[in-house]
């Protein structure tokens, strides 16, 4: 059985599988290890829910103010349908919706 279970994991398509519980098992051992997610500080699961989804958003900005500027300006986006009929007709349209009250 387990000589079975070794070849298996040679093959390329359990290597593939592996690979994404090996990041999702990962980021729950981050979790429990360097956040303390093993005790929540919370009683009743709406409250611990918002626990957890606090620290999923504070781990998630850690993890993106690591990460290298990007150089490249993003690309703009295509106009709407909307936008293409307002400059056919040379209807003159405010940047945002924001600058509409004022």
Sequence with gaps: MQLHVRTEQQTP???ARYAVRS???CTVNEFAHRHGMRHC???GQGKAHIQHVLTAI???IERLSGLPPTEEAPTPRRPTAFQHYLDQRE???????RTLGS
């Design 13 to 15: 398509e359990w290597k």
């Design 23 to 25: 990041g999702a098992e």
């Design 41 to 43: 500080r919370y009683r």
């Design 58 to 60: 504070a781990v998630n």
């Design 91 to 97: 209807i003159p349209r405010s940047k945002s919706w």
